[in-house]
Antibody, heavy 119, light 112 residues
Framework: EVQLVESGGGLVKPGGSLRLSCAAS????????MSWVRQAPGKGLEWVGR??????????DYAAPVKGRFTISRDDSKDTVYLQMNSLKIEDTAVYYC??????????WGKGTTVTVSS | DIVMTQTPLSSPVTLGQPASISCRSS???????????LSWLQQRPGQPPRLLIY???NRFSGVPDRFSGSGAGTDFTLKISRVEAEDVGVYYC?????????FGQGTKLEIK
């Protein structure tokens, strides 16, 4: 079964840092582009960023609100993608979903991990 | 950024009746490679989103055939032929033709 499991969420003060992890299983992780999508409480979905496969260059792209603060990386030996979040703001409070990107759509989603930024 | 506008934002539907959700993009979603990367996702209460339709009209694996997608360019539609109780939730359109990927605001489908 294809599965994505996020971890690492929690409560952090404004200006703090957090690293989210997403462990993949059930497919060849190294062959898939991976994205992060977030959902603020009671709000809609917002794309955060994505990382390509190493075969495709391994580059990461980001949405404007997080560019320069968030970094996506991957460790294909561990079938894991990471979201390093620095300089966190209150508006970063959200459920963060890890997704597999398949032909420019998100075909597999994790259950999400909650990040709360509050003093 | 491409703005995705969904209508209606809320849709009360009678069980067994059809439902339709519209999604309009601020720019054409036709990619330079000729494909149109418009997908539809369903988010049931308390659940993560789930892919229903990709590239306008292709049903994803396991999606019931009462769901269908159509459209072209900037105007797209998701239709449910006969609404069932398990269809309650929020539906999002999403474009991946141009960075950044963007979602519609969501349409809440509820039973009358």
């Amino acid at each position: 079964e294809v599965q994505l499991v996020e971890s690492g969420g929690g409560l952090v003060k404004p200006g703090g840092s957090l690293r989210l992890s997403c462990a993949a299983s059930g497919y060849t992780f190294s062959s898939a582009w991976m994205s992060w999508v977030r959902q603020a409480p009671g709000k809609g979905l917002e794309w955060v960023g994505r990382i390509k496969t190493k075969t495709d260059g391994g580059a990461a792209d980001y949405a404007a609100p997080v560019k320069g603060r968030f970094t996506i990386s991957r460790d294909d030996s561990k079938d894991t993608v990471y979201l390093q979040m620095n300089s966190l703001k209150i508006e970063d409070t959200a459920v963060y979903y890890c997704t597999r990107e398949w032909y420019y759509c998100m075909d597999v989603w994790g259950k999400g991990t909650t990040v709360t930024v509050s003093s | 950024d491409i703005v995705m506008t969904q209508t209606p934002l809320s849709s009360p539907v009678t069980l067994g009746q059809p439902a339709s959700i519209s999604c309009r993009s601020s720019q054409s979603l036709v990619h330079s490679n000729g494909n149109t990367y418009l997908s539809w996702l369903q988010q049931r209460p308390g659940q993560p989103p789930r892919l229903l339709i990709y590239k306008i009209s292709n049903r994803f694996s396991g999606v019931p055939d009462r769901f269908s997608g159509s459209g072209a360019g900037t105007d797209f539609t998701l239709k449910i032929s006969r609404v069932e109780a398990e269809d309650v939730g929020v539906y999002y359109c999403m474009q991946a033709t141009q960075f950044p990927y963007t979602f519609g605001q969501g349409t809440k489908l509820e039973i009358k």
